[in-house]
């Protein structure tokens, strides 16, 4: 898959082929070749985005975000999913808009996005490092912080600024990545700081501290 025009006409006739039969998750990703990564990724990626902790479903997509980040790194043309799940059959609707939310994405990316800085998300350095941000950013969503405000957003909008940047060819949007990958270990710092701190002086309130004797 080497550009975007490509990926729009594989995703537009995975469209059309879910519409007259019923399509595998396997079959979808054959059909996308290298852009699976970014796909896949984004799947998982972009429903982290909503500002409230989705508990277990949030580390469901962390944990496979972490995997899909790994096997990039390791450069495996193609990601790698246990039999199962590649057989599982998705119903035509939400082929459809899994597939039309992510045209509607890629098209809104190509409006301020173009190839730049292309030997940082190209080859073996590319993969390295979008396979980095990728993996850090499904750990970070699949520590479970319940109840913690904005805990999947900010690694997930890591994950999908990488994804765009691999689809893209721009490096500009790896550093965009980079940027909320940084957000989201001072945010995670911040959050364990203040849980430390609040505990603390709890114990301090009910005389539970060292001159409590």
């Given at each position: 898959?080497?550009?975007?025009?490509?990926?729009h006409?594989?995703?537009?006739?995975?469209?059309?082929?879910?519409?007259?039969?019923?399509?595998?998750?396997?079959e979808?990703l054959?059909?996308?070749g290298?852009?699976?990564?970014?796909?896949?990724?984004?799947?998982?990626?972009?429903?982290?985005?909503?500002?409230?902790s989705?508990?277990?479903?949030?580390?469901a997509?962390?944990?496979?975000?972490a995997?899909l980040?790994f096997?990039?790194?390791?450069?495996?043309p193609e990601?790698?999913?246990?039999?199962?799940v590649?057989?599982?059959?998705?119903?035509e609707?939400?082929?459809?808009v899994?597939?039309?939310?992510a045209l509607r994405l890629?098209?809104?990316?190509?409006?301020?996005?173009?190839?730049?800085?292309?030997?940082?998300?190209t080859?073996?350095r590319?993969?390295?490092?979008?396979?980095?941000v990728?993996?850090t950013?499904?750990?970070?969503?699949?520590?479970?912080f319940?109840?913690?405000?904005l805990?999947?957003?900010?690694?997930?909008?890591?994950a999908?600024?990488?994804?765009?940047?691999?689809?893209?060819r721009d490096?500009a949007?790896?550093?965009?990545?980079?940027?909320w990958?940084?957000?989201?270990?001072?945010?995670?710092?911040?959050?364990?700081?203040l849980?430390?701190?609040?505990?603390?002086?709890?114990?301090?309130?009910l005389?539970?501290?060292?001159?409590?004797a």
């Open positions: 898959m080497k550009n975007w025009e490509e990926l006409e594989a995703l537009r006739d995975c469209a059309r082929r879910a519409r007259d039969k019923h399509l595998t998750i396997g979808v054959d059909g996308l290298e852009a699976s990564y970014p796909f896949l990724a984004i799947l998982f990626a972009v429903p982290m985005l909503v500002p409230v989705l508990g277990p479903v949030a580390t997509a962390g944990i496979s975000l995997a980040g096997q990039l790194m390791t450069g495996r990601p790698w999913l246990p039999r199962r590649r057989a599982i059959v998705l119903p609707k939400v082929w459809l899994l597939i039309g939310g890629f098209t809104f990316c190509r409006s301020f996005t173009r190839p730049r800085g292309e030997r940082w998300v080859g073996r590319g993969r390295i490092l979008g396979g980095a990728i993996g950013a499904g750990f970070l969503i699949a520590i479970p319940i109840g913690v405000p805990n999947n957003t900010i690694p997930g909008f890591a999908v600024f990488a994804c765009i940047a691999e689809l893209e490096a949007m790896l550093w965009v990545a980079l940027a990958l940084v957000l989201s270990v001072a945010y995670f710092t911040f959050v364990v700081w849980v430390f701190v609040v505990g603390v002086n709890a114990f301090e309130w005389g539970w501290g060292k001159g409590s």
